[in-house]
């Protein structure tokens, strides 16, 4: 896990809205909003309160989410570190959606990526057909591993069972399963 404690299945389908937009909202179903934080402070200066104010100016819908105490956090990050919030990348006719990198700043990329035939990003385990991710050999090169589909327990439904030596050559693996019918 990296990017704030996030795995990929996490990120993508396991965060909710925070909010509704009202009926007619061009925002409607959408995750949309301004957010900005407010803190409530002690004399002495700690934190006593931070509340999150989700707001559309378009429909009017506003809704808070208040922590209590010292202990709310606040981690800023981007997306070329979490992988959730990048767009997608086209690689064998297919579209990959990164996960997190295993650390920040980490030169290899993101440890996974789901895979899906169009460019909307998945919202169910369903919308993907597959996973790409990366792991290092016995000489501590990157291997590459393939699988198609993804279930809500973080695993694919079919493994590739063989290792890669490209990410391409990965997502070219489940392109030819998919031609052949395979899901």
């Known amino acids: 896990m990296s990017a704030a404690g996030q795995d990929i299945h996490r990120l993508y389908f396991e965060f ?5 937009h009202r009926a007619g909202c061009p925002q409607r179903g959408s995750d949309v909003w301004e957010v900005t934080r407010h803190q409530d402070k002690h004399s002495g200066g700690e934190t006593r309160r931070t509340t999150l104010r989700y707001a559309c100016h378009r429909c009017g819908a506003v809704a808070f989410e208040t922590f209590d105490g ?5 981690e800023p990050t981007h997306a070329t570190q979490t992988g959730y919030g ?11 959606w990164p996960g997190p990198r295993i650390w920040p700043g980490d030169a ?3 440890l996974a990526c789901y895979v899906t ?3 909307d990003r998945p919202r169910r385990p ?3 057909v597959g996973v790409v991710g990366w792991h290092l050999g016995r000489r501590g090169g990157i291997k590459w ?3 198609l589909g993804c ?5 694919v439904t079919v493994s590739a069972g063989q290792d890669f030596a490209s990410r391409r050559a990965a997502v070219a693996w489940i392109a030819a399963q998919l031609t052949a019918g395979a899901r």
């Open 145 to 147: 591993s393939a699988g």
């Open 108 to 110: 290899r990329g993101p």
């Open 117 to 119: 035939r169009g460019k």
């Open 151 to 155: 279930t809500d327990h973080h695993t």
């Open 70 to 74: 010292p202990d709310a956090a606040f």
């Open 86 to 96: 990048a767009g997608p990348e086209r690689v064998a006719g297919l579209w990959l």
């Open 126 to 128: 369903e919308d993907t």
């Open 16 to 20: 909710g809205p925070v909010a509704a």
